[in-house]
């Protein structure tokens, strides 16, 4: 019998890192000290987080870049066999795969994601994107789907046929036409390992309310988060499901609060590569329901400094009553990013994780 999965653990506020498997992770800097997303390092940062206790490890998934001086975020890793490595390399943390449906075929993801299952002893976990980059795309001769969500109905239907059917199956739908389907083995997490789907928009909402475990929003402010919550959870309610609500941010974590202010100013203002920024901001402003508009107009650094999510810039003691306060907002957990992943998550997991403990969201 398999352990759960670390998600369902009992720490009222889960964690995570976020984005290590592409260059930059989600700064847009060109600070020396900048993440080159080597595999050592990948490694490295992913046995960390695991030592620390933290929940989860989750990739973007990326084809292309958005330019500039360090062809930003061009570098990454395939993430079906990235986790599969790290599966292999740790004890407990959860390995997510994120998946483009449009490029990626239904039954291939539920061969290598129970893969993943397997080597990890029902660790994994899948995030389910439909994609937002037509440049992306057009790489592959894709064009965007219109009702992306109703693909990522179909595609998950099929994922979790293929796990579920003791005898071959044909399916017959508006994207896919199987004849005869099979796939073995089946995930060790049953019906299939946990989902989760990164949404801003009422349509990706409404296909994580009926379809997956866990959605992932940003929002601009702490104080006004909490509506994306009841958002979320009244979709989920009107489908007769329980989903957990989690967030992004990222983390400039010091001794104090003027050091990691100045250092924050430093990577995302002075030192950000500005052209990557504008491209990143334009494409995600003109294709990407991912933010408030306002974030737009309002928070150029945050792109810089961690693609629009949430900052998190201070102390131990500051982070933490952040941490609190996003907890008391309703959200179950927090993914984040650094910028430089090995250099940093040490000190956050010395310094953060006890305080966190003593206010009572870690065990």
Request: charged content about 20%; aromatic content about 12%; overall charge negative.
């Amino acid at each position: 019998m398999i352990k759960p999965h670390p998600l369902k653990g009992s720490n009222a506020l889960k964690l995570g890192v976020f984005s290590a498997n592409a260059d930059g992770g989600l700064a847009i800097t060109d600070v020396p000290e900048r993440w080159k997303a080597g595999w050592d390092d990948n490694l490295s940062a992913a046995q960390i987080a695991d030592r620390a206790g933290l929940e989860f490890f989750l990739p973007i998934a990326r084809w292309k870049g958005f330019g500039g001086k360090n062809h930003v975020r061009e570098w990454s890793f395939e993430t079906f066999t990235w986790a599969a490595a790290l599966a292999a390399a740790t004890q407990n943390i959860g390995l997510f795969m994120t998946v483009h449906v449009p490029l990626v075929h239904p039954l291939y993801a539920a061969k290598a994601l129970a893969t993943v299952d397997h080597v990890s002893h029902g660790r994994a976990g899948l995030n389910i994107v439909c994609g937002w980059n037509p440049k992306e795309f057009a790489m592959f001769g894709v064009p965007l789907v219109e009702k992306g969500y109703d693909q990522a109905a179909e595609w998950l239907e099929i994922v979790e046929r293929a796990y579920s059917s003791d005898d071959p199956f044909d399916f017959s739908g508006t994207y896919y036409t199987l004849k005869d389907a099979v796939s073995r083995p089946a995930s060790l997490q049953a019906p299939r390992p946990v989902t989760m789907n990164a949404a801003f928009g009422g349509p990706g909402r409404d296909f994580a309310a009926k379809n997956c475990d866990y959605l992932f929003t940003t929002f601009t402010e702490i104080a006004e988060s909490g509506s994306h919550v009841a958002d979320i959870r009244s979709r989920a309610e009107a489908a007769g499901r329980d989903v957990g609500v989690y967030t992004v941010c990222h983390v400039v974590c010091r001794e104090t609060q003027q050091e990691a202010e100045d250092y924050y100013r430093r990577y995302a203002v002075t030192l950000a590569d500005h052209v990557a920024v504008d491209t990143h901001m334009a494409g995600k402003k003109e294709f990407s329901q991912s933010h408030d508009q306002q974030a737009y107009d309002r928070y150029r650094q945050r792109f810089a400094g961690g693609a629009g999510s949430y900052p998190l810039v201070g102390t131990p003691e500051k982070i933490v009553a952040d941490m609190q306060a996003i907890s008391a907002q309703g959200y179950a957990g927090i993914a984040l990013s650094f910028v430089n992943y090995t250099h940093e998550l040490p000190f956050f997991c010395d310094r953060v994780l006890p305080l966190l403990q003593q206010a009572g969201l870690r065990l």
